[in-house]
């Protein structure tokens, strides 16, 4: 019997192997900068499971950074469809909007900004929200460029601090630092 079990579920892992590795290929290529490798990876992934939050974003910044504004919204809005809290889709939706002259972006933005994004990110989109009607056409795509940068810092910083973290519990494990209650301790 458990070798049945077993065997019925060696293809389910295959399935589920098969896509979290098109989602970390998605996203090393996003990192590359190889847009069009990144698309491919995360509809291959989106394609074994459909319901991934993560990867529909993933691909609509693909699309974003390829300038195919369409897909790029509805793979955006797809994401949100899935996980209405996911503020970057929000963000994005709102670049998009920006970089086209469409008055949506307040409204994406303010939706962005609801769910508390790092301060001083949040700082850098309310400034954009107020200048907006005023934005000259060509200066759009530079605005949005500067919302996309702070936000791409702002991931940056998270993750060193993050890695931070760990390195610092790494050298007090690796030290035999234990911290212990207070009741443990020796008076």
């Known amino acids: ?30 990192s590359r900068g190889s847009y069009e490798e990144a698309a491919r990876h995360f509809e291959e992934s989106l394609a074994r499971e459909p319901g991934r939050a993560a990867d529909r974003f993933g691909l609509g910044v693909a699309r974003y950074k390829l300038e195919a504004f369409d897909e790029a919204r509805r793979a955006f809005e797809d994401a949100l469809v899935q996980d209405p809290a996911l503020p970057p ?38 400034r954009a929200r107020r200048t907006l009607a005023t934005v000259p056409t060509g200066m759009r795509d ?22 931070a973290r760990e390195a610092e519990l790494r050298r007090l494990a690796d030290q035999r630092i234990y911290l212990l209650p207070r009741y443990f301790r020796r008076r």
Do not use: F, K, N
Not at 150 to 159: F, H, I, R
């Open 89 to 126: 889709a929000h963000l994005y939706l709102g670049l998009i909007a920006i970089r086209r002259g469409d008055p949506a972006a307040d409204a994406h933005l303010a939706d962005y900004l609801a769910l508390g994004p790092p301060p001083r990110l949040a700082a850098q989109v309310d």
């Open 1 to 30: 019997m458990r070798a049945v079990a077993v065997v019925l579920a060696l293809p389910a892992l295959a399935l589920l192997a098969g896509c979290a590795t098109s989602s970390l290929q998605g996203r090393a290529a996003l």
């Open 142 to 163: 530079y605005v949005a460029a500067g919302l996309e940068d702070g936000y791409q810092w702002a991931g940056e910083v998270a993750g060193a601090l993050q890695a």
